[in-house]
């Protein structure tokens, strides 16, 4: 995979994925709709090429990463 630059909003959202979030919760903390959510699962996934959930949290943590972070909220 090439490098792949993703926006700071992106990169909340693939680390609440890696966490196994569902599409209400990450709804209700960045806002929007279970559906829009679903939708942005769909593209960023698309534009990473991943196929299988397993690959979220690796790529989470190749693309994702944040030192100072102390868990998904």
């Known amino acids: ?5 993703l926006s ?3 990169k909340r959202f693939l680390r609440r994925l890696a966490a ?3 599409d ?3 709804a ?3 806002g929007g709709s279970r559906k829009q959510i679903a939708e942005q699962r ?7 090429g991943i196929t299988a959930p397993e ?3 690796d790529t989470a ?3 994702a990463s944040w030192s100072t972070y102390r868990g998904v909220t």
Do not use: Y
């Not at 995979?1 to 630059?5: E, G, N, V």
């Not at 769909?42 to 990473?48: E, I, M, P, Q, S």
């Open 61 to 63: 943590k190749r693309l």
């Open 8 to 10: 700071p909003h992106e």
């Open 24 to 26: 209400a919760e990450i």
């Open 55 to 57: 690959e979220i949290a």
């Open 1 to 5: 995979m090439t490098d792949i630059l």
């Open 42 to 48: 769909a593209r960023l996934l698309a534009k990473l």
């Open 28 to 30: 209700l903390r960045l």
């Open 20 to 22: 196994g979030k569902t």
